[in-house]
T-cell receptor
Framework: EDQVTQSPEALRLQEGESSSLNCSYT??????LFWYRQDPGKGPEFLFT???AGEEKEKERLKATLTKKESFLHITAPKPEDSATYLC?????????????FGEGTQLTVNP | DAGITQSPRHKVTETGTPVTLRCHQT?????MYWYRQDPGHGLRLIHY???????DKGEVSDGYSVSRSKTEDFLLTLESATSSQTSVYFC????????????FGNGTRLTVT
């Protein structure tokens, strides 16, 4: 069974204070790892797909990296508008229907 | 934003009543999904569809049924709602080509009293 564990559950930062979110996964054969951002009252919004260990993707202040056991979402000099819940999900090669297994998320708060 | 509309956005219903949630997409994507999101559990797959009239179960399908008679519409039905089905329900779509991501609607908040 595929499993995704995210840590910490919640993170509070000051504006400009860089940090990282962790996503540990157990999957029989990783096809892809996805990061999403979710704002209150909204659906998850797609950020990145990572395919193989060593890969990195960047978007504005966010950078996602992938190893064989975990992924990190690095947030550089965050701003209050980066406050959201960040979700990690995996897709396994043998999973039918392009389904994703999600972690519970990290709730990020950036204070001005 | 992906063209996904969920209706209704909020619903309160009583235990034992039937409830149908609707997802409508304008992207002509092949795959459609229903997830529920609960504190302590994250997003869990209920059912998904890989084409018109083609559906399959997810990890938490008991008490739910789905139908897809047109590419653009995917319905989730709770035949007899229970309090444990109080949740936020999200519809998602995917083209299914390569490693395409899922794109989500803004959810339906369902309360069963």
């Amino acid at each position: 069974e595929d499993q995704v564990t995210q840590s910490p559950e919640a993170l509070r930062l000051q504006e400009g204070e860089s940090s990282s979110l962790n996503c540990s996964y157990t999957v029989s054969g990783l096809r892809g790892l996805f990061w999403y951002r979710q704002d209150p009252g909204k659906g998850p919004e797609f950020l990145f797909t990572l395919y193989s260990a060593g890969e990195e993707k960047e978007k504005e202040r966010l950078k996602a990296t992938l190893t064989k056991k975990e992924s990190f979402l690095h947030i550089t000099a965050p701003k209050p508008e980066d406050s959201a819940t960040y979700l990690c999900a995996v897709q396994a090669w043998e999973t039918s229907g392009s389904r994703l297994t999600f972690g519970e998320g990290t709730q990020l708060t950036v204070n001005p | 934003d992906a063209g996904i509309t969920q209706s209704p956005r909020h619903k309160v219903t009583e235990t034992g009543t039937p409830v149908t949630l609707r997802c409508h997409q304008t992207e002509n994507h092949r795959y459609m999904y229903w997830y529920r999101q609960d504190p302590g559990h994250g997003l869990r797959l209920i059912h998904y569809s890989y084409g018109v009239k083609d559906t399959d179960k997810g990890e938490v399908s008991d008490g739910y049924s789905v139908s897809r008679s047109k590419t653009e519409d995917f319905l989730l039905t709770l035949e007899s709602a229970t309090s444990s089905q109080t949740s936020v329900y999200f519809c998602a779509i995917s083209s299914g080509t390569g490693l395409s991501p899922l794109h989500f609607g803004n959810g339906t908040r369902l309360t069963v009293t």
